[in-house]
């Protein structure tokens, strides 16, 4: 892999930062109208299997109408899974589950390459298993969709792999944009989640290609946000009364355990199906479908809708607006969507997790706020905004995005009252989940396949110092000494661990001292210095970066660096220094102390 590395590095130049920005239009502009078309092909499968009818057009915020295929309803959900299953088991097997582990697996681990039939298969995939009903969301389908875009422009003109990466993250970045009309909340997204980077160089990008997806969704979807919240007719929260404000420290802790329980139930179920239910992936994804089409029929039979069928959003924006707000209700469907979401990912569907969690967040959040109403009638609680807050409680907590949650629910509902309580919402979910679980619901499973994603950015200031900073300065032996008089030098002088060999006035290469041990003990000591001198080395300017010289190592497969005034020396003299790999390391060492915990 490190020579693949090194051979991209010496081929491909960067694009000229105009070329780059240009490029992330184009990204921006097939992430917004994939995501168009996705959400076309979610009807489409949706209006055909639940009420046999030819359309793509499909408000997800209404609720669907009972079916006229009755109790036959239930097999529906059977019937997306077998082709789910045959969709992602001959053609893209990465394509099966939510999609962002396998985006962020090929950022760090695959060099950006993802296959360009993932797109295809998985807007299939996914769409149908929504569209059949799967419990599940689209956000994690059109990030992988429009990662697979990005990463195919980087794999069709030639690039360094971090622009190739950049690329994928601006593709995710903004296909959550157009899909739910958050412009900051996707770029935030990216950062948080997808980008290896954040530099100029890297935002700008993003941020280009997540303004050109909105306005694409914007042109087809309205300018409107993704829920309606209905003017609160009281505040919900007052300065004078900290109760409310302590009220949603409560909700937070709250949430942080659900958000633990739902990350590890997704996980539990696919090993369920995976280690328990004999039979191929068909059978297994056809069993796990055929509980939930049971849910959602004993829903409608009971509540008078499916409910947790499909994104749910029409059971968030009853809730937003007041028309649900039975405590049992709100529980009871809290729970029947984490077991449909558990069902139907962990038995091989293709789907996001984003929606469920808003769902589950939307309903406990609610029905929270109206035990609240009941306690303390004075307080004028609403309940819909602890549904708010509950929604970016359960997703930050969950995803670890807990910027982009607070954002991009803030940008799906307009609503700024909410800010400062969900803020503690989301801060607390996140933390409580952080105790007691350490990997989000996207790095959990690739820490289960051995992929370890970084768990913070750190500034890597050490490796923008300059060489002069960290330098050695070697002594000079000459290349007519012979290896025994050498090796009572290297005796004296234990702690110097390179020497500059000169040839009169030109340089003659360079010796560590354990490669002059090695080869007195090899050769008796009968040779000269200037036999064993290492000739493969740089030479760099003082005021290099040690960033830029740790690069041209190990493309240059080089061990020494030596450092000087002008970077083509022809003279010993003007050698100032010497920087190796172990050198670089010792600085990198001494730079910990700032972020770890020392005692």
């Known amino acids: 892999m490190s020579s693949i590395w090194a051979k991209e590095m010496k081929t491909k130049k960067p694009l000229n930062p105009f070329y780059f920005s240009l490029l992330s239009v184009l990204v921006g502009s097939i992430a917004g109208i994939g995501a168009v078309v996705f959400r076309g092909l979610i009807a489409f499968f949706h209006n055909l299997l639940f009420l046999g009818e030819f359309s793509v057009v499909y408000d997800a915020n209404t609720h669907t109408s009972p079916s006229p295929w009755g109790p036959l309803i239930i097999l529906v959900p059977v019937l997306g899974a077998i082709g789910v299953a045959f969709l992602v088991k001959n053609f893209a097997p990465e ?98 989640i ?38 609160f007719q009281t505040p919900f929260f007052h300065l004078t009364q900290p109760l409310i404000l302590f009220s949603y420290v409560g909700l937070g802790i709250i949430l942080g355990v659900v958000s633990t329980i739902f990350i590890k139930s997704i996980y539990a179920f696919e090993d369920f199906f995976d280690q328990r239910i004999k039979g191929s992936y068909y059978r297994r994804h056809m069993i796990g479908m055929l509980l939930v089409g049971v849910t959602m029929y004993l829903l409608l039979l009971t509540l008078g809708h499916y409910y947790i069928e499909g994104v749910g959003y029409a059971t968030i924006q009853d809730i937003l607006t007041g028309t649900l707000a039975s405590f049992g209700v709100l529980i009871l469907l809290s729970l029947l969507k984490l077991l449909s979401v558990s069902l139907t990912l962990g038995s091989g569907a293709s789907g ?60 799906m509902t307009l609503d700024y009252n909410v800010i400062i309580p969900m803020t503690i919402t989301v801060a607390l979910s996140y933390g409580v989940r952080q105790l007691l679980l350490k990997e989000s619901i996207y790095t959990l499973k690739l820490e289960r396949r051995g992929h370890y994603m970084p768990a913070s950015f750190k500034a890597d200031f050490q490796y923008m110092k300059r060489v002069r900073d960290i330098m050695e300065v070697p002594p000079v032996v000459s290349c007519d000494l012979s290896l025994h008089d050498f090796a ?112």
């Open 352 to 411: 996001g997790i984003f929606s469920p969690g808003l769902f589950i967040g939307a309903t406990l959040g609610g029905a929270y706020g109206v035990v609240l109403n009941r306690l303390f009638p004075g307080l004028s609680i609403s309940p819909p905004a602890f549904a708010v807050a509950g929604m970016a409680g359960i997703i930050g907590g969950s995803t670890g995005a807990a910027m982009a949650a607070i954002v991009m629910i803030f940008e």
């Open 194 to 231: 997808m980008l290896h980077e954040i530099s100029a160089r890297t935002l700008v990008p993003v941020t280009i290609a997540t303004a050109t997806a909105t306005y694409i969704g914007r042109t087809f979807f309205g300018d409107h946000p993704s829920f309606v919240i209905p003017s």
């Open 95 to 192: 394509a099966k589950g939510h999609g962002v582990p396998e985006v962020m697996d090929a950022i760090y681990y695959n060099r950006g390459i993802i296959r360009p039939v993932v797109a295809l298969i998985k807007s299939l995939a996914s769409a149908l298993s929504i569209g059949s009903g799967g419990a599940i969301g689209r956000e994690g389908p059109i990030i992988q969709i429009g990662s697979s875009f990005g990463s195919s422009i980087g794999q069709l003109i030639p690039m360094p792999i971090w622009q190739r990466n950049t690329f994928i993250a601006a593709g995710a970045g903004a296909g959550i944009a157009a899909t739910f009309n958050t412009p900051v909340g996707g770029v935030l997204f990216a950062v948080e």
């Open 488 to 599: 009572e030098l290297v005796a004296e002088n234990d702690a110097v661990s390179h020497y500059l060999v000169s040839d009169g006035d030109k340089i003659g290469g360079v010796v560590s001292n354990s490669s002059a041990l090695g080869a007195l003990k090899n050769s008796g000591g009968k040779i000269h210095v200037g036999e064993i001198a290492d000739e493969n080395y740089l030479i760099v300017a003082q005021g290099t970066t040690v960033f830029d010289v740790l690069t041209r190592l190990r493309v240059e497969r080089a061990e020494v660096a030596l450092v000087a005034d002008d970077p083509a020396p022809v003279r010993i003299g003007d050698i100032k220094g010497v920087l190796t790999r172990l050198t670089i390391a010792r600085a990198v060492e001494d730079s910990l102390e700032l972020f770890g915990d020392f005692y």
